[in-house]
């Protein structure tokens, strides 16, 4: 394993810990039965009229999103999923206490799980996260700036 980058969000610094490939693997195939159609979805629309999805079009996207989320799995698989993510990341050099680091800030924890999504699938995903990044779904882009390796 080795550690790609930093990533910048807000006042932190997160360094992200590439996972090995057969837990990399895994993982990806649980995020994809969470979110593989509204991925997709996401993809097509971003692609539309220079990448700029309008609100009715991220309304749906996000819809798609929670319906996906609430059909293909319980809360405690999408739980274990978000904290496998999040288990790749240090903030500030020191590992995260899940529970009170993103306590109140769930905003801030999915721009936290976006940025290790990026750094772990950037060679499989990158175009399609920089879409989605671009389009406004995820809000204000996060301040993510890479500082570190991101090659293999």
């Keep these: 394993m080795s550690t790609p980058g930093t990533k ?7 360094s992200i810990t590439m ?8 993982l990806l195939t649980k995020i ?7 991925m ?5 629309l971003a692609t539309k009229e220079g990448g ?7 309304t749906q996207l996000l819809g798609g999103a929670v ?25 500030d050099g020191k590992k995260i206490i899940f529970e009170t680091h993103f306590q109140g800030k769930i905003g801030h924890l999915f721009k936290v799980i976006f940025a290790v999504l ?7 995903l990158g175009e399609a996260l920089s879409m989605v990044e671009g389009s406004g779904l ?5 301040s993510s700036t890479e500082t570190g390796e991101s090659g293999a």
């Design 19 to 26: 996972m090995g490939a057969s837990q990399s693997l895994k």
């Design 52 to 58: 700029k999805m309008t609100g009715k079009e991220q």
């Design 138 to 142: 995820m809000g204000t882009a996060p």
């Design 8 to 14: 910048q969000i807000g006042p932190h610094s997160y």
């Design 67 to 91: 319906r996906a989320l609430v059909e293909r799995l319980d809360e405690d698989e999408v739980l274990k999923t978000i904290k496998d993510l999040v288990d790749t990341a240090e903030c």
């Design 118 to 124: 990026e750094v772990q699938y950037s060679d499989f």
């Design 40 to 44: 997709a979805m996401g993809m097509a």
């Design 32 to 38: 994809t039965k969470i979110v593989g159609e509204p």
